[in-house]
Nanobody, 121 residues
């Protein structure tokens, strides 16, 4: 089995910072991409940032210059450093891992349960 787990959400004031972490574990053969998505109430889930196993990153326009994704270390962990947070960043943040398990020849998406981020004074 494969597990994807997020941690690090919480309440922060506007202008503050927060770091989210995501760890993929289990019978993993290879990970291609790990990414963060978010979903605010009444809105569709959107991609926030992603990183490939080669280190290429991409960001939503709304977070460029404020969020930084990093990781893909030995422990299959990525982090999302969020600075200059705004109330509109409030959402449930989900980690996605596109990976191949040891029992599958194909790459599939695995998702975490999500972690709440609330930006409010």
């Amino acid at each position: 089995q494969v597990h994807v787990r997020e941690s690090g959400g919480g309440l922060v004031q506007p202008g503050g910072s927060l770091t989210l972490s995501c760890a993929a574990s289990g019978n993993i053969a290879s990970i291609y991409v790990m990414a963060w998505h978010r979903q605010a109430p009444g809105k569709q889930r959107e991609l926030v940032a992603g990183i490939t196993n080669g280190g290429r990153t991409n960001y939503a326009d709304s977070v460029k210059g404020r969020f930084t994704i990093s990781g893909f270390n030995d422990k299959n962990t990525v982090s999302l450093q969020m600075d200059s947070l705004k109330p509109e960043d409030t959402a449930v943040y989900y980690c996605q891992a596109n990976l191949r398990s040891q029992t599958n020849r194909d790459y599939d998406d695995y998702w975490g349960q999500g972690t709440q981020v609330t930006v409010s004074s």
